[in-house]
């Protein structure tokens, strides 16, 4: 059992958008020893009162189905979807990244921000802000890239994830 | 025409009138007096003032534990709230539904430090099913309602709802309970078909099967317990239960194997061992039940019955789980048992039968006799003897009392036995026989306690004075926080650090001291006497039973060991405890 590979998974929660329900959600991974790589959560219905939560996580496959079987038993929440094993999924996460310098380096950041699709949304003389967008290894590899240009500051929005085709979640 | 306003305090005590509510166990504070005002001017519900908030949550899960009804509770803010901390934590792991009330600072004080203000919804949140803070009183009626469809729907467990004091003052529109219903709470209660017809037909092909039953069925209801009784019998099976599920199955029967786990019969767990085939019913495989997991019931096929999914393939996979309540898919089950005219194979039957026969003669509950002293053993035979013919209800404290009252006490019906299992709470005793004797007030209400365990609620022997509640306290004397004693006895070479109570109290004085009536036996001779004289005796009673001190309760799976590596009272040596047994607890 133990000697299972810890895969992966991103998990879409849908939840009543009530006060404290993401503290039971944390809560609940912390309590029980699960792993958070990411988690974004917002409302998405407003005369619903949901909202949708993403966590990206990772486990054995029985401790997936267990982090599955415990966040669909909290009371407020009302759908558990396993978006990596109910693929095809797209997944994207954004992150603003801000570079400083000058000469050079500057000029090749703008070279490769426009290689990844980046957006400029602030600039001075001696700095940039890109907006970017895409998978999170493509979020990792544009920073790691940044990081020899005068990457100073970074903050990601955590992935989003939704299913391909035409039905609701 | 618009229904007449009501304060939030008066919705509190209305909404718990509708729901049924009949008794209350609580403990006033400044954050509650509204609420005990509308208590004081009704007389639909009874109110048992405890004499610490621990104490009232306890109470309530005896209460609602024997009767099958939710418990009640009502305390104060902050150190009121923080008091029933265990107790709903006690509730959470053995799934019995509470609805605990707690005060609250004023809403614009909340986040301020103020006096007796506690994150009470925070501190909670881990150790209910769920909680509320009512911000306010429109929403008051519909919480009360909702809260106790969650406490006693699907799992059941405790829940809170935490209610600032200018909630309990402003006043809103009453909404009865069916004006309200939960938006998404509906849990599944009827099991898969398919899954059940897979199931009925591994029962009837297994050679060596076993029924391991929990607090499931208890739950459930009588319901369940009954149709337990009958597939049972149709089948001719063995059946064990964990420690919450005793008095479902009727302890006299011939097919039934005692309790399984740590200190479990031999004949339960090489069953269990063995077997080919697990037939789970509202248990959980929990630790103290499955002992070391790669050595668990190595070579069977596995049904699981449970109305929380997250408990199945949690500790153990199972081949067949089935999420339901355990009445509804029993009752599907003997259905498709009986049309598909399954027969148990009857030839392996009689051998597996025969095997479970030779494990049943090592009589492994058996302990050495003494004419000197009494032997704690002993003492809860007698006990079991001579109240056995009464409707007696059984709360435990935690230590080795509990587990020879789980070995040596024999229940026929569910909801007679009210033990602290998930949590192993020392304490919970005496407030769940508190809370009992309140639902049952002419049965016989024992607690069977340990001396160090009881004076942790000690104080609740002053609540049974005050409302005319003879539970009898019957202390199993061993000076010594017994299974400790025996832990370091077999795993920390008798260093007995800190398990030995230099002075403990004299108990038949202290129970003079409260209003009650004290007991001491210390001869077997006397013991009959004794205990027919504390049943005969119409208040409540402690009774201090002098054991054999260094009694160690057998059989028992050490830490970190297999089913079949139990040791066994007359060959204490048959086992040790590894390394890595060490680890655990
Ligand atoms: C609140 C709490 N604290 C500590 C423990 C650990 N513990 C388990 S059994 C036990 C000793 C109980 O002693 P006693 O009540 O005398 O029962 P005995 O084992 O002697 O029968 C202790 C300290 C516990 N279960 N609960
Ligand atoms: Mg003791």
Redesign the pocket.
Known sequence: MSEEKSERHVLAVLVDNEAGVLARVVGLFSGRGYNIESLTVAEVDHAEHTSRITVATSGTPMVIAQIKAQLERLVPVHKVVDLTVQAPSVEREMALVKVAGTGEKRVEALRLSDAFRARVIDTTHTSFIFEVTGTPEKIDAFVGLMRGLGLVDVTRTGVVSIARGPEAM | MAAREMTGAEIVVKALIDQGVEVIFGYPGGAVLPIYDALFKQNDIEHILVRHEQGAVHAAEGYARSTGKPGVVLVTSGPGATNAV?GLTDALMDSIPLVCLTGQVATHLIGTDAFQECDTVGITRPCTKHNWLVNSADELARVMHESFHVATHGRPGPVVIDIPKNVQFQTAEYRTPAQVSHKTYRPQVKGDMSAINRAVDLIAAAKKPVFYTGGGVINSGPMASQLLRQFVKLTGYPITSTLMGLGAYPAADPQWLGMLGMHGTYEANNAMHDSDLIICVGARFDDRVTGRLDAFAPHSKKIHIDIDASSINKNVHVDVPIIGDCAHVLEDMIRVWKSKVSQPDKSALSTWWKQIETWRGRKSLAYVKSDTSIK?QYAVERLYELTKDRKTFITT????????AAQHYHFEEPNRWMT?GG?????YGLPAAIGTQVAHRDALVIDI????????NMQEMSTAVQFMLPVKIF????????????WQELLHGGRYSH?Y?EALPDFVKLAEAYGGHGIRATHPDELDAKIMEMIETPGPVIFDCVVEKMEN?FPMIPSGAAHNEMILGDDPEGATVTEAGKMLV
């Not at chain 2, 404290?397 to 020879?404: D, L, N, P, S």
């Not at chain 2, 949590?423 to 304490?427: K, P, V």
């Not at chain 2, 306690?449 to 942790?456: C, D, H, K, P, V």
């Not at chain 2, 202390?475 to 025996?486: D, F, H, P, T």
Request: net charge negative; glycine share 12%.
């Open positions: 265990t704690p404290e935690v230590g080795q009392h509990q587990m020879w602290s949590l192993g709470t020392m304490g306690a340990g001396e160090a365990s009881i004076l942790m202390i199993l004397n061993n000076e010594y926080m017994g299974m400790v004693r025996q398990s109570s309760c």
